[in-house]
C-alpha cells in the first residue's frame, strides 16, 4: 500500500529511537501496535458492512427480477384464462337451450305412469321415478 521497503522501516526505527529514547520506546511501540490492530479491525468491519450491503443489492435485484417474471406469469395466465373463459362462453352460447331445439317430447307409450300400480293403495306412498338426465 505504502510500498516501505525494509530499508525505509530501518530508517525509521532509528529516527523513533533517536526521537523518543530508549525508555519510552517499548511503551509507545505497544501503543502503536495496539492503534494499529484498532484500525485494522475497523477496516475489516467496514469492508464487511460494504460486502453486505453489496450482496444486499445483488438480493434486491434478484428479488425485482423474480417479481417480474411473477407478475409476467401472472398476466400471461390471466390473459389464457380470459381467452379461455370467451371461447367457453361463446360455446355456451351456441348450445344455449333456450336457442337450441328442446329435445323431442317421450313417446305416450315410454312415459312414467302416474296412476298407481294394482294393487297398491291410493294413500300409500309411491317410489320416486329416477330423474331422466339430458345429454350436454
Keep these: 500500500m505504502f510500498d516501505v521497503g525494509f530499508s525505509e522501516l530501518m530508517v525509521i526505527a532509528v529516527v523513533a529511537l533517536i526521537v523518543i529514547g ?21 477496516v475489516n468491519d467496514v469492508k464487511a458492512d460494504i460486502n453486505r450491503e453489496i450482496e444486499l443489492e445483488e438480493l434486491r435485484k434478484f428479488r425485482s427480477t423474480v417479481e417480474d417474471a411473477a407478475r409476467g406469469f401472472e398476466s400471461t395466465v390471466q390473459s ?6 370467451g371461447e367457453l362462453n361463446s360455446l355456451a352460447q351456441i348450445e344455449d337451450p333456450a336457442t337450441a331445439p328442446s329435445p323431442a317430447a317421450p313417446p305416450a307409450a315410454l312415459a312414467p305412469d302416474s296412476s298407481p300400480p294394482p294393487g297398491e293403495a291410493a ?7 329416477p330423474s331422466q338426465k339430458t345429454p350436454a
Excluded: N
Excluded at 520506546?25 to 485494522?40: C, E, I, M, N, Y
Excluded at 389464457?80 to 373463459?85: G, L, W
Design 22 to 42: 530508549p525508555e519510552r520506546l517499548p511503551r509507545v511501540a505497544r501503543t502503536l501496535g495496539h492503534l494499529f490492530g484498532r484500525l485494522q479491525r475497523y
Design 123 to 129: 294413500g300409500e306412498p309411491q317410489g320416486v321415478a
Design 80 to 85: 389464457e384464462m380470459t381467452k379461455t373463459e
